[in-house]
C-alpha cells in the first residue's frame, strides 16, 4: 500500500478539508444540514479517496479513484463559491479557501499525470498490410 501521508495533493486536501470544517463553523444553524453537510462532505471526499486508491493495488484503480477525489474538489470549490454568493462566507474566509482549492487542484493534476504515466498503453506496433 502506498504511504497517502508523504502525498502532497493528500496533505493539500487534507488541509483544505479542516479548512473548510472551520469555516463552516460560521454558516446558519439552518443549513447543517444542507449546505454545511454537502460542503463538508465533498471537502473530506478529496483525501479520503486519495487514501482509498493508495489502498489499491493497480494504478488503474488508483488513478480512478484520484478522478473521483477531482470530482469532489470541484464541488466543493462551487459550494465555497455558493456560500459566498449567499453571504454565509465572508470574502476574508474564501480567498484563502480559493487558494486551497487552487494548490490542491494543481497537486492533484500532477499526481493523476505521473500516475497515468506509469500505465501501460496499448500496443503501438505498426499494422502489419
Not at 57 to 74: E, I, M, Q, T
Request: with cysteine; glycine share 4%.
Amino acid at each position: 500500500m502506498r504511504d497517502y501521508t508523504k502525498i502532497v495533493a493528500w496533505q493539500r486536501a487534507d488541509d483544505l478539508a479542516v479548512a473548510v470544517y472551520c469555516a463552516t463553523n460560521a454558516l446558519p444553524a439552518h443549513e447543517v444540514f444542507s449546505l454545511t453537510n454537502q460542503l463538508r462532505r465533498a471537502a473530506y471526499s478529496v483525501p479520503a479517496n486519495i487514501v482509498e486508491g493508495c489502498s489499491r493495488p493497480s494504478n488503474k484503480d488508483y488513478l480512478h479513484f484520484l478522478h473521483v477525489a477531482l470530482g469532489s474538489l470541484a464541488e466543493t470549490q462551487y459550494f465555497i463559491h455558493l456560500a459566498e454568493r449567499l453571504g454565509y462566507l465572508k470574502e476574508t474566509q474564501v480567498t484563502p479557501l480559493k487558494s486551497q482549492t487552487k494548490a490542491t487542484f494543481a497537486s492533484l493534476h500532477g499526481l493523476i499525470k505521473a500516475v497515468k504515466a506509469q500505465i501501460p498503453g496499448p500496443s503501438r506496433r505498426p499494422a502489419v498490410l
